[in-house]
């Protein structure tokens, strides 16, 4: 309903409307999306301690969240540090203001010393999240290297299977070629010339051998 109203009357424009916004958000668990538009809030109006208080509140939800969660990697906690630094300094700014405002001033003395102590265990969370990221890092190197062991294992065994086939391809071409060999002989076996006839001789007739020479 707030950012329709943003949208369509006021183009993104009121940090009344801005604010109203990131508390449906913060209601909601969006925290992300809360810091995002107080940012914006606070780009518009950067005088408005109120808008920093909120901020800060939402920082140190956000750090808190990040270090509470075992699984957070080691680069979102060192981030989470970060955003408790500032909002503690955000925070002891505030609690020191002597103009009336908006907001409590012991409220944020009590939340700068939240972040205190919570800035106190920071080496703790970083130390397990750098522990935690070496760990998962092992776990990627082995399962890296697995992957890597049986692809090597399958392009071995399709090498060995290549050359087995070409072995016998080759084979079978000798065997061909043995086989050609052998059939180009039968077939001149097979069309020997035939030996050449011998001329028969003529018969003499019983009345030839009766003759009697003249003299």
């Not at 106190?120 to 999240?129: P, T, W």
């Not at 061909?176 to 180009?184: D, I, L, P, S, T």
Request: glycine fraction near 0%; include cysteine; proline fraction near 3%.
């Amino acid at each position: 309903m707030y950012e329709n109203c943003l949208k369509k009357f006021y183009s993104y424009q009121n940090v009344e409307i801005l604010l109203y916004l990131a508390r449906a958000h913060f209601v909601c668990g969006k925290l992300e999306e809360t810091r995002r538009i107080l940012l914006q809030a606070r780009h518009m109006a950067p005088q408005d301690n109120l808008i920093l208080f909120n901020l800060s509140y939402v920082l140190r939800h956000l750090a808190t969240n990040t270090l509470r969660d075992e699984k957070s990697g080691l680069e979102e906690v060192v981030s989470a540090v970060r955003n408790l630094e500032l909002a503690q300094r955000f925070f002891t700014m505030l609690s020191k203001a002597t103009e009336r405002q908006k907001y409590d001033l012991n409220h944020a003395a009590a939340e700068a010393r939240q972040c205190t102590d919570l800035l106190s265990q920071a080496q703790y969370h970083v130390a397990r999240a750098r522990k935690l990221d070496d760990e998962q890092r092992a776990i990627r190197m082995q399962q890296e290297k697995a992957k890597q062991e049986l692809e090597n294992k399958r392009r071995e065994e399709e090498e060995l299977l290549r050359k087995e086939k070409e072995e016998k391809h080759q084979a079978m071409l000798v065997q061909r070629e043995v086989y050609r060999e052998k059939a180009k002989n039968i077939l001149i076996f097979a069309e020997e010339p035939e030996p050449p006839k011998v001329p028969k001789k003529e018969k003499s007739t019983d009345c030839d051998s009766a003759l009697i020479p003249l003299l």
